[in-house]
């Protein structure tokens, strides 16, 4: 970050979080560095966030990683890049900083995740970087400047204030930056395959993507939701309307799609668990667009209608639960109104992270550095506040932290801002907790 040109960056941008007395000489000096390095990670958060990056702008997310590569390789990371054009995504950076004692003999093995693509394709009107009037140049707006380039910010900050004060010496760390967080390609088994290798020979993973606050407390996540996608399709019997709930034409396709979506709204609930229904079509014909964003439908009010479609999300809090609320819609699927059909196809996209013992601990960890920087506790956040994300993939192998990025607002939405104050405190934590794991 030291080549960026800081006469740009506005002073009040990058005000440093107040400096507190570590616990030791080298928690000290990382909280030195940090500071100095804020206002070279606020003009690098401008400039990236001014890249497009767009998951399927492959182009803008490789050049997102032509800034960010060179940042990690100066701080002695072996860097490489993995294209996924066979998938039609960019791909991954993948870095790793060994041990030089040997592998494992480093404390704790640390992966670090986050992603360089946003949900802002280039057709947004949303493209770049600004500060928000009336905000004393703390709260920044721009594509991605909350989920995630914040945190790819916060992320690198941290790595630059261990290496200054001499932590990232005797630190074993592994990054993996994938292109393609906000719409992944499939199969998984190939889109995520770095990621859940370099956690495999992990022990703890930090997930950069955006900090929680609640109720105006900042909130530490060790749990998401899945996100998965479901597909319903129905059949009936066309004919006149006159004949409809007859013994031979029977109910219809819309009826039979209403009885069974009415089922899921008064049968499924569950602690935890959401499920939304998001279009849908019915009548004499009725078809999907290609990308499932809309479709056409024809029709007669006289006219039983022979097909309808509907398709949805689910999130739940645990892969158990998943396969428990899928197997109670199949069965109310099954059960069909006279002379109609219907079948539920499920597409499960993101798993779920579910909370751990290992979890709290880290959780406890970081609140131990909190006292240490004078910051107040961090509670756990509730998952169903948080969507889904990478990190679920890599759950099973370790136990992680979810969002250790940048505090802001309004992610996936035009206008979405950053606290610019939250890059240094944010990096603090990270930086500090990193350490200590390398510790053991």
């Known amino acids: 970050m030291c080549s960026l040109l800081l006469a740009a960056v506005p002073v009040a941008t990058v005000a440093a979080f107040a400096q507190i007395p570590a616990s030791s000489p080298v928690e000290a000096a990382i909280v030195k560095a940090v500071d100095a390095e804020t206002p070279a990670a606020v003009a690098l958060l401008e400039k990236i966030v001014n890249i497009n990056s767009g998951t399927m702008n492959l182009a803008g997310v490789v050049a997102v990683k032509d800034v960010i590569e060179p940042e990690i390789a100066e701080l002695g990371f072996k860097t490489r890049w993995e294209p996924m054009n066979s998938i039609g995504r960019a791909g991954d950076l993948v870095a790793e900083h060994p041990c030089p004692a040997g592998t494992g003999k480093c404390g704790k093995r640390i992966l670090l ?40 910010v916060v992320m690198l900050t941290a790595l630059e204030a261990m290496k200054a004060a001499g932590a990232l010496d005797n630190a074993e760390i592994r990054i993996v930056l994938s292109g393609d967080e906000e719409h992944h390609g499939k199969p998984v088994s190939v889109s995520r395959k770095d990621m859940i ?30 996100a998965g996608n479901w597909k319903l399709e129905t059949t009936g019997r066309s004919g006149h309307s006159s004949q409809v709930f007859g013994e031979r034409l029977g109910d219809g396709a819309i009826y039979e799609l209403a009885r069974i979506l009415d089922a899921f709204r008064k049968e499924l609930r569950e602690p935890g668990l959401t499920y939304n229904v998001g279009l849908v079509l019915g009548g004499a014909t009725a078809s999907m667009s290609a990308n499932e964003a809309g479709g056409e439908a024809t029709g007669k009010s006289n006219v039983i209608p022979p097909v309808a479609l509907a398709i949805g999300d689910m999130r739940t809090l645990d892969n158990d639960q998943t396969a428990r609320v899928q197997a109670k819609m199949r069965k109310i699927v099954a059960d069909h109104l ?57 759950a099973p192998y370790v136990p992680g932290l979810v969002g250790t990025g940048v505090m802001g607002e309004g992610a996936h939405a035009e206008g979405e801002t950053v606290f610019l104050d939250s890059i240094p405190k944010q990096a603090k934590r990270m930086a500090i907790l990193m350490y200590r794991l390398s510790k053991g």
């Open 113 to 152: 995740i986050g992603h360089m693509d946003t949900v802002f394709e280039p057709s947004s009107s949303f493209q770049r970087y600004s500060i928000v009037p009336g905000t004393n140049g703390n709260v920044a707006t721009g594509p991605g400047v909350n989920d995630m380039k914040g945190g790819l």
């Open 197 to 226: 290798e370099a956690a495999k020979k992990s022990d703890v993973a930090l997930e950069f993507e955006s900090g929680g606050i609640v109720e105006g407390k900042d909130v530490q996540s060790i749990s998401r939701r899945s």
């Open 338 to 394: 006279p002379r109609t059909g219907a079948t539920i196809t499920f597409d499960d996209g993101y798993p779920a992270m579910a909370p751990t013992e290992a979890g709290h601990t880290l959780v406890k960890q970081l609140n131990e550095i909190n006292a240490t920087l004078g910051l107040p506790p961090m509670a756990e956040m509730d998952p169903i506040l948080r969507g889904a994300g990478d990190i679920a993939f890599v």
